[in-house]
């Protein structure tokens, strides 16, 4: 992760009652390939509020995203070490010798170890939260620079001992005499030796989160047809976006003793005969789930370096959007698992003094085919605002044609930690290229939370 720090300076731009029979748009196959419009630059307010400093994003970057077990990720840098005020990144799944994995990686990267950094968890919306830790810093004066970000590494997980197996090894290290040493490995038992695996599985609930989007996607009559063809346009866009070299923000990796890695590995289109032959992979066998309208397990990194707009300018940089409203919200975890963005999206919508039509450009995370579509659902139920949400009306559905137009983590992976910077910069970057104003990133999170935010394009 060191490197994605070095890199973002070196390259400064100078369920039973929710199913009702929903319906839901179909994705023909003639609209999967269909490229947005080109925005028209729209005279509409800013959202800059009196009394609070203006937090931009000069430039965000990431190593590619890769299949877990494919290609490894190991970072070391040399960065300036007087430009940062604080440090603050995101992870899931930590090891327990860096469980503040902020500050090893800027240490490691050549960051004054006067800098401060820690890290913080939120689930697939840790590096959200990374970057709206810093957003407050920034906004209340504390801090002028901020580097955000995330980090996930799935192909070496902490994998423990067994409960039995960690207590006696505690105990044997306790253990003052011989005789005492003897008598607990007297105790030890074959089963002792196996390990706890790791599993996305929601300790208050024990369901695993494909157990729960297959339940979602069910309550909310998406069937599996819809599901894959909905991962197909993911595929097929991410494919076009990465072939027209619209994602930008990915640089080059290094894997030392492989070959340098520079684009993501898990695009993959194929065709909806070949994805209806996927069995079921959580409800079995008639579940609608499968390995191919899932994201998959990613490696991966993620670094935005954020300021204060009077920072940025006067060290002669051309930010690249305005970072506005954003909020947090959590629901039932057992029920309402993915339903984030739908609690979310009007929330922020709200704060922001925004419509739907006021947004440009769309950036949901993908966790399953099935929860973006039973989000789109709840999200056009007048029935669920008012019975759910205590809304009196929707707040409608996303435009598909300004809806992750360029591919999601469906294709382009979903490294838990790393995956909101992705989003930020997805819109900031379609904003730019389209010429629109307002991006609306939004994601789901494990435990029921979810975050969304308003993203502004600046100025050109």
Same mark, same amino acid.
């Given at each position: 992760?060191?490197?994605? !720090?070095?890199?973002?300076?070196?390259?400064?731009?100078?369920?039973?009652?929710?199913?009702?029979?929903?319906?839901?748009?179909?994705?023909?196959?003639?609209?999967?390939?269909? =490229? =947005?419009?080109?925005?028209?630059?729209?005279?509409?307010?800013?959202?800059?509020?009196?009394?609070?400093?203006?937090?931009?994003?000069?430039?965000?970057?990431?190593?590619?995203?890769?299949?877990? +077990?494919?290609? +490894?990720?190991?970072?070391?840098?040399?960065?300036?070490?007087?430009?940062?005020?604080?440090?603050?990144? +995101?992870?899931?799944?930590?090891?327990?010798?860096?469980?503040?994995?902020?500050?090893?990686?800027?240490?490691?990267?050549?960051?004054?170890?006067?800098?401060?950094?820690?890290?913080?968890?939120?689930?697939?919306?840790?590096?959200?939260?990374? *970057?709206?830790?810093?957003?407050?810093?920034?906004?209340?004066?504390?801090?002028?620079?901020?580097?955000?970000?995330?980090?996930?590494?799935?192909?070496?997980?902490?994998?423990?001992?067994?409960?039995?197996?960690?207590?006696?090894?505690?105990?044997?290290?306790?253990?003052?005499?011989?005789?005492?040493?003897?008598?607990?490995?007297?105790?030890?038992?074959?089963?002792? #030796?196996?390990?706890?695996?790791?599993?996305?599985?929601?300790?208050?609930?024990?369901?695993? *989160?494909?157990?729960?989007?297959?339940? !979602? =996607?069910?309550?909310?009559?998406?069937?599996? #047809?819809?599901? $894959?063809?909905?991962? !197909?346009?993911?595929?097929? #866009?991410?494919?076009?976006?990465?072939? /027209?070299?619209?994602?930008?923000?990915?640089?080059?990796?290094?894997?030392?003793?492989?070959?340098?890695?520079?684009?993501?590995?898990?695009?993959?289109?194929?065709?909806?005969?070949?994805?209806?032959?996927?069995?079921?992979?959580?409800?079995?066998?008639?579940?609608?789930?499968?390995?191919?309208?899932?994201?998959?397990?990613?490696?991966?990194?993620?670094?935005?370096?954020? *300021?204060? /707009?009077?920072?940025?300018?006067?060290?002669?940089?051309?930010?690249?959007?305005?970072?506005?409203?954003?909020?947090?919200?959590?629901?039932?975890?057992? $029920?309402?698992?993915?339903?984030?963005?739908?609690?979310?999206?009007?929330?922020?919508?709200?704060?922001?003094? !925004?419509?739907?039509?006021?947004? $440009?450009?769309? /950036?949901?995370?993908?966790?399953?085919?099935?929860?973006?579509?039973?989000?789109?659902?709840?999200? $056009?139920?007048?029935?669920?605002?008012?019975?759910?949400?205590?809304?009196?009306?929707?707040?409608?559905?996303?435009?598909?044609?300004?809806?992750?137009?360029?591919?999601?983590?469906?294709? #382009?992976?979903?490294?838990?930690?790393?995956?909101?910077?992705?989003?930020?910069?997805?819109?900031?970057?379609?904003?730019?290229?389209?010429?629109?104003?307002?991006?609306?990133?939004?994601?789901?999170?494990?435990?029921?939370?979810?975050?969304? *935010?308003?993203?502004?394009?600046?100025?050109?």
């Amino acid at each position: 992760m060191a490197s994605i !720090l070095t890199y973002t300076f070196r390259n400064l731009p100078n369920t039973s009652k929710l199913a009702l029979g929903f319906s839901v748009r179909p994705l023909s196959c003639s609209s999967q390939l269909r =490229a =947005a419009p080109v925005a028209q630059t729209k005279s509409k307010k800013t959202l800059a509020k009196a009394n609070i400093r203006n937090v931009v994003v000069v430039d965000g970057v990431r190593i590619p995203f890769l299949l877990s +077990g494919t290609s +490894g990720l190991l970072h070391r840098t040399n960065v300036p070490k007087d430009v940062v005020d604080y440090i603050i990144f +995101g992870t899931v799944i930590q090891e327990v010798k860096t469980s503040n994995v902020a500050r090893e990686a800027a240490l490691g990267a050549g960051f004054s170890d006067k800098t401060p950094a820690h890290t913080v968890t939120m689930a697939c919306i840790s590096s959200n939260q990374a *970057m709206t830790t810093g957003f407050g810093l920034i906004a209340s004066g504390q801090s002028d620079v901020i580097v955000a970000g995330g980090v996930e590494l799935m192909s070496d997980i902490p994998i423990r001992h067994s409960r039995k197996m960690r207590k006696m090894l505690l105990d044997l290290n306790k253990a003052k005499t011989l005789g005492q040493r003897l008598a607990l490995i007297s105790k030890f038992r074959l089963n002792f #030796l196996s390990p706890e695996l790791p599993a996305v599985a929601e300790f208050s609930t024990n369901e695993t *989160m494909g157990h729960s989007a297959d339940r !979602l =996607a069910a309550a909310f009559s998406v069937s599996r #047809l819809e599901q $894959d063809e909905y991962a !197909l346009r993911s595929h097929s #866009l991410a494919k076009k976006a990465q072939d /027209e070299g619209l994602l930008s923000d990915v640089v080059p990796f290094k894997v030392p003793g492989k070959d340098t890695v520079t684009k993501d590995n898990g695009i993959r289109p194929s065709s909806l005969d070949q994805m209806a032959k996927l069995k079921p992979a959580f409800v079995k066998p008639y579940g609608t789930v499968t390995a191919a309208n899932s994201s998959f397990l990613t490696d991966g990194a993620s670094a935005m370096l954020i *300021m204060a /707009e009077e920072k940025a300018l006067a060290l002669g940089y051309k930010p690249k959007a305005y970072l506005r409203d954003f909020v947090y919200v959590s629901q039932d975890p057992k $029920d309402q698992l993915l339903l984030g963005p739908s609690y979310a999206t009007p929330k922020v919508l709200e704060k922001a003094g !925004l419509t739907m039509n006021d947004i $440009d450009a769309f /950036e949901f995370h993908e966790a399953f085919s099935g929860q973006i579509l039973a989000n789109f659902k709840a999200m $056009d139920s007048d029935w669920f605002a008012q019975n759910y949400m205590g809304r009196k009306t929707k707040v409608g559905l996303p435009p598909l044609e300004k809806f992750n137009t360029w591919g999601g983590s469906l294709s #382009l992976g979903h490294p838990f930690g790393a995956t909101g910077c992705r989003l930020v910069m997805a819109a900031a970057n379609r904003l730019r290229k389209e010429g629109g104003q307002y991006g609306l990133v939004a994601a789901c999170a494990a435990g029921g939370q979810g975050h969304a *935010m308003i993203v502004e394009a600046y100025p050109k």
